[in-house]
């Protein structure tokens, strides 16, 4: 369960993504999969913190460290989330973050790497800028980038411009995960209170402080029997702001199709296919069946916003036989990645 590119980007390093499954409650990578998944050939494992909360970092750490594996968290959904009091990004090897239009530190686009390690700091710089690192003095009006050239790299540079747009808003960024998180815990115990059969997920008890970029929501759809996309139509359209499904999992998105690519042959060999794909991902598609989500903008405004949501899913779910019945009510792919 993750946004494409953490995928499409391990095609580009010339290496084969194998997808694992996921703990169905947190979509975040099941650590007993990835276990399961290590070969001779794995190299790294990548930890998606998903939506609003963290994956189980103590066993995933524990199994890179037992295989010698790096690893690398994906954070772009989860500026400022902490595991046992420490932020996401600074437990693995590598931390990546984005700060594309949706996120909830946004310049429009551009990212960040985090890493503890002076060499893989200078390594990236060089990935980063043409094999060129940071100048320790720069005269003014003078190129603060030399070259160094030890590292053949490319032009990934995040323009000058977004950058102080991201600074600007990392101010904002504390008071923002506060309000947010204030909204998200109002609204989760109104729905636990209401017993609507839709409540707020369960984190792993190590979650000290939970990132919002989309607030997941746990349906029982059994019980409820009307689809999340069917439910996630009906909740756009009383509240008239998205509520969606999640993408769908990688194993069946349309989004990874490295057999479009001539340039991923070498890794997307039948075998290599097999090892990426090849098998069940029920957790992931229960998160998929499961889960309602909507955009953290959605918890910055006032206490009136938690009262039009509870209200829209009393709505909502007081119409569900009439729901049940609607044919050709299908969910809008809405996203903001
Ligand atoms: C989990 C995850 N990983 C990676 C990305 C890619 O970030 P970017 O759009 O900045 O390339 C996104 C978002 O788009 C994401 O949600």
């Not at 949706?102 to 980063?128: D, H, I, N, W």
């Not at 997941?216 to 702001?241: H, K, N, Q």
């Amino acid at each position: 369960m993750t946004w494409v590119a953490s995928a499409s980007a391990v095609l580009r390093a010339g290496a084969l993504p194998v997808l694992v499954d996921v703990d169905p409650e947190t979509g975040c990578i099941d650590a007993r999969a990835a276990e399961q998944a290590v070969t001779s050939a794995t190299r790294a494992v990548i930890v998606v913190h998903l939506a609003c909360t963290v994956a189980d970092l103590d066993a995933l750490l524990a199994i890179a460290t037992r295989f010698d594996l790096a690893v690398v968290e994906d954070c772009a959904q989860a500026h400022g989330a902490e595991w046992r009091n420490r932020q996401v990004g600074t437990l693995g090897d590598f931390g990546a973050f984005s700060f594309q239009s949706g996120k909830v530190l946004a310049a429009g686009e551009g990212g960040a790497v985090t890493t503890s390690s002076p060499s893989a700091f200078r390594t990236l710089q060089q990935l980063r800028a043409d094999g060129r690192t940071y100048a320790d003095d720069v005269a003014p009006g003078s190129m603060e980038l030399v070259v160094d050239g030890t590292v053949m790299g490319a032009n990934h540079c995040m323009p000058e411009v977004l950058a102080a747009v991201a600074l600007d808003r990392l101010a904002q960024l504390e008071a923002q995960h506060d309000r947010r998180t204030t909204q998200a815990d109002e609204l989760e115990r109104r729905l636990a209170a209401e017993a609507l059969g839709i409540r707020g997920l369960s984190s792993h008890a190590c979650v000290t402080r939970r990132s919002i970029y989309e607030l997941a929501l746990r349906v029982d759809v059994d019980a409820i029997g009307v689809p999340v996309d069917t439910l996630a139509t009906a909740l756009t359209a009383e509240l008239e702001r998205p509520v969606y499904p999640p993408h769908d999992p990688l194993h069946r998105s349309p989004y990874f199709s490295p057999s479009t690519r001539p340039r991923f042959r070498n890794q997307w060999t039948k075998d290599g296919a097999m090892r990426s794909v090849g098998r069940s991902f029920p957790g992931a598609d229960a998160y998929r069946r499961s889960t309602l989500l909507t955009h953290h903008a959605a918890l910055l405004g006032g206490e009136d916003d938690i009262d039009d949501f509870v209200h829209a899913f009393q709505k909502v779910l007081a119409n569900v036989v009439a729901l049940r019945n609607t044919s050709g009510v299908e969910g809008r792919a809405v996203s903001y990645s």
